[in-house]
């Protein structure tokens, strides 16, 4: 795997992550327990941070990215994703904030001081304007995103039980390379 320090600061990883060979980890990023990093995700915490939540999958080809600090934006924008979230294949995840039991939908492209708060599915191929909050329950289609609807309970449920699906697959693949 491609793990980087840049200024003095290098990748952090809590207990049983997994971070796949391809994917490239540069600077301020902290991963805590269970995470999984997949094929070719790039992660760059060089002008800012990067936080993931335990529990929280990345899947391959996603791009993590930050924002720097500036006159008219003094803390730049951070990258924080909370736990028990899945981001899809190929997203862009550029200085927003996740909370926690979110779907991002594969492609889906989420900017700078985007907030979208617990419990939210994202479809694919959404893009989520910069500073835009999505609220908490909903299902988020269309660029730009737009709340479709309310989620149904069992969707809520399966926020939490994708992220567990991922814990199982990671473990086996770290059992695979032992």
């Known amino acids: 795997m491609n793990i980087r320090s840049y200024k003095s600061k290098s990748p952090k990883f809590a207990a ?101 708060e617990d419990d939210v599915f994202i479809g694919a191929g959404t893009l989520v304007p910069p500073k835009k909050t999505l609220k908490s329950g909903y299902l988020y289609i269309g660029n730009p995103a737009k709340q479709a609807r309310t989620l149904k309970e069992s969707e809520i449920t399966f926020l939490k039980q994708s992220a567990l699906n991922y814990i199982k697959l990671k473990d086996e693949y770290i059992s695979e390379s032992s």
């Open 16 to 116: 049983h992550c997994y971070i796949d060979a391809s994917s490239v980890l540069v600077g301020d990023v902290d991963c805590a327990e269970h995470v999984s990093i997949w094929p070719l995700v790039a992660a760059r915490g060089d002008v800012n941070y990067i936080k993931i939540g335990a529990r929280t999958n990345i899947q391959d080809g996603t791009i993590l990215h930050v924002s720097r600090t500036s006159e008219v934006n003094p803390n730049g924008f951070p990258l924080l994703i909370g736990e028990d979230v899945t981001v899809g294949h190929k997203c862009m995840l550029h200085g927003c904030t996740l909370g926690d039991r979110i779907l991002v939908g594969m492609g889906a492209i989420i900017m700078d001081g985007a907030i979208v």
